[in-house]
């Protein structure tokens, strides 16, 4: 477990560089048609070993809640050991401002004390205007909630998913009074969820959007001179 954990840390330094709906999964608000949607890539580190078919229920989840911030979503599976990295050698560049990397943990256990107390996961955040990339995601957590609260694993995950995002977007480790942002979920937040209405508050997603536009806008470099 060390060495995983161990691993997954140290690819994190090297790269560091949601009116009501009647359907489930509907976003609260519908993207201006006139607005730039920037593009996210969000690189995958699934030490979990989360199935294919859970991870692509969990990443259109995802594609949906940040949506609604007028935020488009691309994902790269890494590889998660040296062995893999021979055999699909991605992700081995330094991160631009436009990506973020997502490591999903087995177990909260073995990580860094400092995080053992995060419920779901934590987020890499600054207080000097730096760029944070990284968000991670504690599975044991999240399929113990999903299984007592019997609600769907997938849709739990890119909630989760989404607040630890969240903080890295949004620049901030603080924590808002409703919606997605709350620092913990009670039953009645886990029913918008299945709903799909457990989403970023309007001045949140304004602000990502600003964030991802931002990014996006770094990454481009200076114009190229002819």
Not at 3 to 17: G, L
Not at 182 to 197: F, Q
Request: hydrophobic share 40%; charged share 20%.
């Amino acid at each position: 477990l060390k060495n995983w954990f161990a691993f997954a840390v140290c690819v994190s330094t090297v790269s560091v560089v949601i009116s009501l709906f009647w359907c489930k999964g509907a976003i609260a608000q519908t993207p201006d048609k006139n607005t730039e949607t920037p593009t996210i890539v969000i690189w995958v580190y699934n030490y979990a070993r989360i199935p294919q078919d859970t991870m692509a229920r969990t990443e259109r989840e995802v594609q949906k809640i940040l949506g609604a911030a007028d935020v488009h979503v691309e994902w790269v599976d890494c590889p998660t050991s040296a062995e893999d990295v021979k055999v699909h050698p991605v992700c081995q560049e330094r991160m631009s401002n436009a990506e973020l990397g997502l490591t999903i943990l087995p177990t909260a256990k073995g990580a860094a004390n400092a995080y053992v107390d995060k419920y779901f996961g934590f987020a890499q955040t600054f207080n000097d205007g730096t760029f944070g990339h990284y968000a991670y995601v504690f599975v044991d957590r999240v399929r113990y909630r999903a299984q007592m609260d019997q609600i769907s694993e997938s849709e739990l995950l890119a909630s989760v998913i989404c607040h630890e995002f969240g903080h890295v977007l949004l620049r901030s480790n603080t924590h808002s009074r409703s919606g997605i942002m709350r620092v913990r979920w009670d039953r009645d937040d886990l029913k918008y969820l299945t709903w799909g209405r457990l989403t970023f508050t309007p001045a949140e997603r304004e602000l990502i959007h600003s964030e991802a536009m931002a990014r996006l806008r770094s990454s481009a470099g200076p114009p190229a001179i002819s």
